[in-house]
């Protein structure tokens, strides 16, 4: 029994002595000194021994027993020990580190330019209203002067939701339905998304954008629509931009003109940016045709006004040098970070 008694000993200090977590020092105390366990099996068999051996393996087994006891509170001690200074190792701060900046967003091109074609209108006095991208066919056409079968259709193919509900072709029904609420005088542009059903390429999109503008009052002349203009793309462009009045024509101006930029590479040579043409055309303007006036509730004999829209796309192509429209909508950040 002496030598069972020792060699449980023996067993437990190596095997604690390798032991290295906690669980598995937990199955070792179970199994030296559990009710199933070694040292509980031998001090089951004292009672066969004879009265004088049995204090003394009692004693032995006692002292085996508190030695077992001590190492495993002793190891679980250090074991403890490890596993703290493990944790607080691996979650250590150094606060002394520079920190991660948060990816800041930043404007779409298109909204960059957009916004500051807003502030040089505001700057004259215009106002910002908006219109429904779903337009009904009175209001983006027959309003117009462009009733059904008119050749002025043909290039405004649009998205029909039913025959007389659309996207809207052009911002142009916002100056009807600016002038249906509003009496003159009437000073306005109105931004907003258009559509035309146009394949994708470099320069088609079936969305785009467009700014339009009307001004109606006592008194207007084509000379300010002029001069309008001409600061506005100034403004736009840089005081040495030089403007060209082209005769053209849209069935809700009379007159009407197109309006070209001098090319800025070639100043007026011809190059590929202008195809050859020395000047960029940029916007169509007119003075409100009368029936269009009149179609609004406006006395066309005692008001008169100009009207005006442009594309966005093309001026902010032509103002960064890009030269594919699809860049706009396919929100890669590669292109887009360098605005
Ligand atoms: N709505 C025309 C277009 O989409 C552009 C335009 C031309 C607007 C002349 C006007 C204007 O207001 O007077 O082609």
């Keep these: ?75 679980l001690a250090s074991l403890k ?13 150094d606060v002394t580190m520079p920190g991660r900046l948060p990816e800041m967003g930043k404007p779409h091109p298109l909204t960059l330019v957009m916004d500051e074609i ?19 066919d009175h209001y983006n056409f027959e309003m117009l002067n462009i009733p059904k079968e008119h050749p002025a259709r043909d290039t405004q193919d649009t998205f029909y939701i039913n025959e007389n509900v659309i996207l809207r072709t052009q911002t142009s029904p916002v100056q009807i339905r600016t002038m249906e609420k509003q009496s003159p005088p009437i000073r306005v542009i109105s931004p907003g998304r258009v559509y035309r059903s146009d394949a994708i390429d470099a320069t088609h999109s079936p969305l785009f954008h467009q700014i339009e503008g009307l001004v109606v009052d006592k008194g207007v002349t084509m000379a300010d629509l002029k001069g309008t203009l001409e600061i506005f793309v100034k403004r736009l462009y840089g005081e040495d931009a030089v403007v060209r009045f082209r005769p053209h024509h849209f069935p809700f101006t009379e007159p009407s003109a197109e309006v070209d930029v001098m090319c800025f590479s070639c100043h007026g040579e011809g190059c590929r940016l202008c195809k050859g043409e020395g000047w960029i055309e940029i916007l169509g303007c007119g003075m409100v045709h009368p029936k269009v006036l009149q179609n609004c509730g406006i006395d066309p004999e005692e008001y008169s006004g100009f009207a005006f829209g442009m594309g966005l796309e093309r001026v902010v192509m032509r103002r960064f040098n890009i030269d594919d429209l699809r860049l706009f909508f396919e929100n890669d950040l590669r292109f887009l970070d360098q605005f």
């Design 1 to 75: 029994m002496k030598e069972a008694l020792e060699k449980i000993r023996q067993a437990a200090a190596n095997e604690l002595a390798r032991c290295a977590d906690i669980k598995e020092l937990d199955q070792l105390r179970v199994k030296f000194l559990g009710k199933k366990g070694e040292l509980t099996a031998i001090l089951k068999a004292m009672g066969s021994l004879s009265a004088e051996e049995r204090p003394k393996m009692g004693q032995l087994a006692n002292e085996v027993r508190g030695a077992i006891e001590e190492s495993l509170s002793e190891k």
């Design 81 to 93: 020990e490890a596993k703290l200074e493990r944790q607080l190792r691996s979650e250590r701060l």
């Design 118 to 136: 807003k502030e040089i209108f505001l700057g004259m006095g215009f106002s910002v209203v908006s219109g429904p991208e779903v337009e009904t």
